[in-house]
């Protein structure tokens, strides 16, 4: 092995380079973070990818007499690639989050069995446990969500105790939705109506739903309506997460950068005397570089092995129990730790690469 190698100067120094490395794997709290912050806006990204191609109607406010909504409505169900569903009246009730505050995502009130069975061969949701035949006033949950409120099948919902549900349910069945979701057989009426999207392409079927929103005085409340919706709900997460990263990334660059500094303070005798038998700048530099960079390669390796069995522990042994899940990757948590690291690395090989090239010799 060369001397003058990264893996070399760590081999020799295995407490000193431990140490550093031990610091770059601190630097997963950033991830962690991440992760924690974005939950539950990856959570409703469940529901959005399994409804994005289903919309909404229903008539405003200002459609006393429904006019509008009925010619609306009648024409859409005259359209051959698109199924037409009714809703009962809406019930809700919330989940608790892993941040600890409630809130509620998607759920669909049918008014009979026939049409949630419809549903769920569009969407390709199964039933994983069954307490009886499903009929008016049966609820239907994620297996998240039922943990979550720490449910069982055969449970009630009683109306005006639980949120906004509006009459007597029972649990009578579990579904294999990812995150969380509540469907509702309920034989009220309501001027609410689900439009699926069959076989249209979604460049067709958004076009079709503009058109109709143009002619008539109806609320549509398509995939990318409620996606915006989402998105719009949860900008102060990602404004408080990064600046968390901002946060953590100065304290973690000027506490790693200490810890360097205080290596090559150490090590300043070594690099005056590759000046002094005429090694190039250029390849001081490229050490300093490779050094760190390998201790950090190392601190990721290790960050993520240990981060992994973490969240694998976290969730198996404790969040699933309760109805709750950390996701293993989020792109703003990777975002996150690439600015962290840029945070670190730049300063630490820039600025003691160019105080180590000017050490001389004279001095030691």
Sequence with gaps: ???????????????????????????????????????????????????????????????????????????????????VLPQGRLSDIYFESIM?????????????????????????????????????????????????????LGDPLIAEEDEFTNQNYTLDAITDDEGYSIYYISDTDSADYLVLNSSMDNNGFK??????????????????????????????????YFFVIILLSIIMAVTINAAFAGMYQYRQGEFALYNAIGISKTRIRLKIISEVLLMDIAGIISGTFLMMLWIYLFNNLYLIKHGKMLFYYNNMSMAGMVISNLVILIPVTFFQGRKLVKTDICNY
């Design 207 to 240: 076009e079709m739903l503009g058109k109709i929103g143009s002619e008539y005085n109806i609320f549509i409340g398509d995939n990318d309506y409620y996606k915006e919706h989402m998105d719009s709900q949860f900008r102060n997460f990602n404004y408080i």
């Design 100 to 152: 600890n505050f409630n809130a509620g995502d998607a759920n669909y009130s049918f008014r009979n069995k026939e049409d949630f069975e419809t549903y769920c061969e569009f969407t390709g949701i199964k039933l994983l446990d069954k307490n009886k035949e499903l009929g008016n006033g049966s609820v239907i949950m994620s297996s998240l969500q039922a943990s979550n409120r720490g449910m069982e």
């Design 1 to 83: 092995m060369k001397p003058f190698s990264a893996l070399y100067y760590m081999k020799q120094n295995k407490k000193r380079s431990f140490l550093l490395v031990f610091m770059f794997v601190l630097t997963f709290a950033i991830y962690i973070a991440g992760l924690y912050i974005s939950n539950v806006s990856t959570m409703f990204g469940y529901s959005m990818e399994r409804n994005k191609k289903i919309a909404r109607i229903r008539p405003y406010n200002t459609d006393e007499s429904y006019e509008d909504f009925y010619k609306a409505l009648k024409k859409l169900e005259e359209e051959k690639k698109i199924t």
